[in-house]
């Protein structure tokens, strides 16, 4: 049996449950995939929520996640590319948080050897959205970009293809992460109103693009002076309907061929702001929805040993809250008091003699 993440309701990381399924088997074309690692995106969210049903139509119990990297299990007639004991990355259209999931071989790459599997398997959604947006643009050392929400997943990476390209980059943050801006080239700026003016603030030149990875910021956009189709957004529907914004949406297998190659390299990166096992889903989403984590939140389904492998920590427990404070107590010569184990007791016995020569 598998195990997967499903919704009944419309609502908060509340209504998510991890239920038992039966472990699916892959069809024409199809691979089994173990999961590894899973990343979480903001539109899940909103389409958990219920937020503009006609746009992202939902189909009660429903599932959730698109990014994954795992190990494929099985294969299905047709599959040429992959075998059983492969190492993948790739998406699906819904269900990826599962520990068991079928993908069409035609949306798997091999896992590059140098990316943790916590960044292959958050790759797809944030990096496939930021790689079209910019790319689309064809930005330059002339350009001005504005990215909301540029500490997060697709916010970072949006960031730095466009400096990538010489292009100078204003981001909004939570104060606590402008360092973290601030190693990948660009400007920040807090989150709150009068964001135009703050952008004039801290550059002199028009700005030519805009991306709103937060949402409900393209109003900004607009008094700045930015064209509408160089405004692009992920969440904000109003924006695209009312006022001719692009919606920025994830690319397909070639894009993320593209930017896992960037990423194997090092000429991009791609944190990881923490780890949530599967059965704390809940918890991981209420982080994900505060849009203050630097980089990816990803779900962890299976714990892998690999260096700086990170896993998130146990909760804290009674008894931890006193390790390493100093308690009140009479000196014990812990020597003294635990009897030899194996001997007659004489290397105690030489090192009483050799204390008491030291005194």
């Known amino acids: 049996m598998a195990h997967a993440v499903r919704f009944s309701e419309f609502g908060g990381p509340e209504v998510l449950e991890v239920v038992e399924v039966p472990t699916p088997e892959p069809g024409e074309g199809e691979v089994l995939v173990e999961v590894f690692a899973a990343g979480l995106n903001p539109a899940e969210s909103a389409v958990r929520r219920g937020d503009h ?21 099985a294969t299905g007639p047709g599959v040429s590319r992959f075998a059983r004991g492969d190492e993948v990355m790739g998406f699906v259209d819904h269900g990826a ?110 700005v030519s693009a805009f991306f709103d990875f937060l949402g409900g910021e393209t109003d900004a956009a ?16 109003d924006a695209v309907d009312g006022h001719d914004a692009v919606r920025a949406s994830a690319g397909d297998v070639v894009a993320l061929s593209r930017v896992a190659a960037l990423a194997a390299a090092r000429r991009i990166r791609l944190p990881i702001a923490d780890v949530f096992p599967l059965d704390a889903v809940g918890d991981a989403y209420r982080a994900l929805d505060k849009r203050e984590a630097p980089g990816k939140i990803v779900l962890g389904l299976r714990v892998v040993d690999y260096p700086a492998q990170r896993v998130r920590e146990p909760e804290i427990k009674e008894q931890d809250v006193t390790l390493g404070v100093a308690t009140p107590h009479e000196h014990l010569d812990v020597e003294e008091a635990v009897p030899p184990a194996i001997g007659d007791g004489s290397v105690r016995r030489r090192h009483r003699e050799e204390r008491a020569r030291e005194a």
Do not use: K
Request: glycine share 10%; hydrophobic share 45%.
């Open 97 to 206: 948080q599962a520990t068991h999931v079928v993908v069409p071989e035609t949306n798997l790459l091999p896992r590059p050897p140098a990316l943790s599997w916590e960044v292959a398997g958050s790759l797809y959604t944030a990096g496939t959205t930021a790689w079209t947006a910019v790319e689309g643009l064809g930005l330059s050392p002339s350009d001005t970009v504005v990215v909301t929400a540029a500490a997060g997943g697709v916010g970072c990476l949006a960031a730095q293809f466009a400096r990538m390209r010489g292009a100078t980059v204003v981001g909004t943050s939570v104060e606590t992460r402008f360092d973290f801006l601030r190693q990948f080239g660009v400007l920040p700026t807090p989150y709150g109103p009068a964001l135009a003016e703050r952008v004039r603030a801290l550059t002199s030149q028009p």
């Open 53 to 73: 049903r006609e746009r992202w139509p939902v189909q009660l119990p429903a599932t959730q996640g698109r990014d994954l990297a795992g190990l494929v299990v």
């Open 222 to 237: 607009r008094e700045l002076g930015v064209p509408a189709a160089r405004v692009f957004t992920v969440l904000d529907w």
